[in-house]
């Protein structure tokens, strides 16, 4: 994961980043292809004394799935 920009104010924190990895296992329905995958995402995170307490992901889906041809 390669975080592209971090941002906080007050007790919240949004990270974009993008991922990288091998497909080597069953995902949205499509078998293993051994292709290297790219999606992008925004994570935000709310913190309470310095812990997490909750957190929300909003990926790119449907480019994931379009490199794994599951769409």
């Known amino acids: 994961m390669t975080i592209q ?9 949004a990270t974009r980043c993008t991922c990288r990895g091998t497909h080597q296992n069953l995902l949205f329905g499509a078998e293993s292809t051994g292709k290297q995958i790219t999606w992008t995402g925004i994570i935000i995170h709310r913190l309470r004394d310095g812990q997490i307490v909750e957190g929300w992901i909003q990926a ?6 379009e490199q794994l041809g599951a769409v």
């Open 5 to 13: 920009e971090q941002i906080a104010e007050g007790d919240s924190v």
């Open 60 to 65: 790119d889906s449907l480019g994931l799935r």
